[in-house]
């Protein structure tokens, strides 16, 4: 992947961790991570059926530049694509194992 095709302005967000007067944790607490550079893509044919076949519902993925705070996300995190948000499903991949690239399978939510 080239550097130019990194063309959307997107945040990284995780739950807060803020809790109620009961100690519960609050629902929709979202925190900022990182505003970043990627690239969106809507799921290939083949990408798509691999998917229905996982049931992970994933409808798009996410190309960032490595970083180690990116790197720590988990499934409870979300991103934030201007009025749009998807979930990260699993875990970033680093596919070519040198520390450049991150990719998130993600899945749009619909809004409500």
């Not at 519960?24 to 990408?47: H, K, Y």
């Amino acid at each position: 992947m080239r550097i130019g095709q990194l063309d959307v302005r997107l945040t990284f967000q995780h739950p807060s961790g803020a809790l109620d007067e009961l100690g519960q944790p609050i629902p929709g607490g979202l925190q900022d991570v990182a505003t970043v550079w990627a690239a969106v893509r809507p799921m290939g044919s083949n990408e798509r059926v691999a998917a229905a076949q996982a049931q992970s519902g994933q409808t798009h993925v996410v190309t960032t530049r490595w970083s180690a705070a990116l790197a720590a996300a988990t499934g409870a995190w979300s991103v934030r694509l201007g009025a749009r948000t998807f979930d990260v499903i699993g875990l970033p991949r680093c596919p070519d194992e040198g520390r450049q690239w991150l990719v998130f399978d993600c899945a749009e939510r619909v809004p409500q």
